[in-house]
C-alpha cells in the first residue's frame, strides 16, 4: 500500500505538478508544431507516451544495470540517444504494418520524435533524481500523460483561436507562446500539491 | 553536386561572410526559424547562464558540421540521421565533461539542459540542411553564423528576463533598489511571455522594413 501511495504521487508530480512541457521546457516543438488541430495533437500525445514509456524504462536498465557497473557512465547520452531512436525506429515499423492508415495521417512527425526533447530530457531527469526501477516506469508513463493532456488542450484552445482576431504581428508562434505562459501560469495552481 | 562544390571552392571572401551574416540575422534560428526553442526558454531566466548555453551549443555545431562536412561524400539513406545524432552526441559529451571540469558551478545549474543539446533541432537541422551538402569552409562559416546567432537571441531573451526579475545584468544590480523585482520573470510563464512579446515585436518591425 506504501509503494502504490507513493508511486502515484511520483505520478502526480511528473504529470501535473512537474509537468515536462510547462516547468521543464521539453517538447516545445511538437507543442508549438503539431497543436494546430486537436486529433493531431492527441495523435503525437499518444506515440510520444509510448516511446518515453519504453525508452524511460530501457535507458533505466541499460544505465543502472549496465554502465554504472563497468565503470562508463560517459559514454551515457551516447546509449540513451541509441536506445531512442531505435525505439522510434520499431514504432515507426510496427505501425506502418499493421496500422496503415495511422501512419499515414502521421506523416513526418513519427521519425521527428527522436528529436523530441521530452523523451531524452525524461531520462535525464529519471537519472538525476535517482529514481528506482518501478519509479523510472511510472514516471515515464505519467511524463507521456502530461505532455499528451497540455498538447491537446493547446491544440482546442487555438482551433477556437482561429476565429480570433489576433494582431498581425504576433499570428502564429507569437499567440501561441503567449497562451502557453497563460497555461503555466494556471498549472503553478498545482505546485502546493505536493511537498 | 559539381555546382555545389564549385560554389565552395571558388567564391571568396564574400560567401562565407555572406553565411556567417544571414545566420547571424536574416535567418536568426530562434526569432526567423523557431528552432531550439526549450533550452532557450530553459537558460534564459539570467544573462550568465545564457551564455554559457550558447557557448557550448556553438561549440557542438561547429564541431559537429564540421565532422559531418567532412564525411558527407559516406553518408548515404536514413541511417544517416542516425549517424548525425551519434555525431552531435559524442561532441555533447566532450562540452558536458569540459563545463563540468571547468566551469562546476554552471555545469550544476544548467543540469540536464547541457545533454539536451542532442536533440536541439538547430544543430541536427544545420548538418542536414548544410554539412551533408556543401564543402567543410561553408560549413564552418554557417556554423559559426548560426552559433553566434542563437547565443545572440538568447542573451537578449535574458537581458530582458534578468533585468525585470532581478534589476541586474550578470548579477550586477542596475535598476534602484525602489525597483519592484517582477519575480513571474523568472518563472517559466515569464521566459513564453517574453518570448512571445519579442517574436511578436520582431515580426513587426522587419515587416516594416521591407
Not at chain 1, 156 to 183: C, F, H, Q, S, Y
Request: hydrophobic share 55%; with cysteine.
Amino acid at each position: 500500500m506504501d509503494i502504490v501511495g507513493h508511486l502515484v504521487i511520483v505520478f502526480i508530480s511528473i504529470a501535473l505538478v512537474n509537468n515536462l512541457v510547462l516547468t521543464k521546457f521539453l517538447g516545445i516543438c511538437p507543442y508549438l508544431g503539431v497543436s494546430r488541430r486537436i486529433d493531431m495533437a492527441f495523435g503525437m500525445g499518444c506515440a510520444v507516451t509510448f516511446v518515453i514509456t519504453i525508452s524511460g524504462t530501457v535507458t533505466w536498465l541499460i544505465n543502472n544495470l549496465v554502465l554504472q557497473k563497468i565503470g562508463m557512465d560517459y559514454l551515457k547520452y551516447i546509449a540513451f540517444i541509441m536506445v531512442i531512436a531505435s525505439m522510434v525506429q520499431l514504432v515507426e515499423m510496427y505501425v506502418r504494418k499493421f496500422f496503415p492508415p495511422l501512419y499515414e495521417s502521421f506523416g513526418i512527425f513519427l521519425p521527428l520524435i527522436t528529436t523530441n526533447c521530452a523523451i531524452l530530457g525524461t531520462c535525464l531527469f529519471i537519472d538525476l533524481w535517482g529514481y528506482g526501477f518501478l519509479e523510472a516506469l511510472v514516471g515515464s508513463f505519467g511524463g507521456g500523460l502530461g505532455f499528451t493532456l497540455v498538447i491537446c488542450m493547446m491544440g482546442g484552445i487555438r482551433e477556437n483561436l482561429e476565429w480570433a482576431d489576433v494582431p498581425k504581428a504576433l499570428r502564429g508562434a507569437g499567440i501561441t507562446l503567449i497562451t502557453a505562459a497563460i497555461m503555466t501560469l494556471a498549472f503553478m495552481g498545482f505546485s502546493g500539491m505536493i511537498k | 553536386m559539381a555546382g555545389q562544390t564549385d560554389n565552395s571552392t571558388t567564391a571568396g571572401r564574400p560567401a562565407w561572410l555572406a553565411h556567417l551574416i544571414r545566420g547571424l540575422w536574416q535567418e536568426n534560428a530562434i526569432f526567423r526559424q523557431l528552432l531550439g526553442m526549450c533550452p532557450t526558454l530553459a537558460v534564459t531566466a539570467a544573462l550568465k547562464p545564457a551564455l554559457t548555453m550558447g557557448a557550448a551549443t556553438t561549440f557542438v555545431l561547429v564541431c559537429s558540421n564540421l565532422v559531418v562536412s567532412a564525411m558527407r561524400k559516406l553518408l548515404v539513406g536514413h541511417l544517416r540521421i542516425l549517424m548525425f545524432t551519434l555525431t552531435i552526441a559524442a561532441f555533447v559529451t566532450v562540452a558536458d565533461l569540459l563545463l563540468q571540469a571547468f566551469l562546476p558551478e554552471m555545469s550544476e545549474r544548467l543540469g540536464p539542459y547541457v545533454p539536451l543539446i542532442i536533440v536541439n533541432c538547430l544543430i541536427i537541422g544545420r548538418a542536414e540542411a548544410c554539412a551533408s551538402r556543401q564543402g567543410v569552409w561553408t560549413s564552418l562559416a554557417d556554423a559559426l553564423g548560426m552559433g553566434l546567432g542563437f547565443t545572440l537571441a538568447l542573451c537578449i531573451l535574458a537581458t530582458v528576463r534578468e533585468l525585470l526579475a532581478d534589476g541586474a545584468l550578470f548579477e550586477i544590480a542596475i535598476l534602484p533598489a525602489s525597483f519592484e523585482n517582477w519575480n513571474v520573470m523568472k518563472l517559466p510563464a515569464g521566459a513564453f511571455l517574453t518570448l512571445g512579446i519579442l517574436l511578436g515585436l520582431s515580426n513587426h518591425f522587419l515587416r516594416k522594413g521591407k
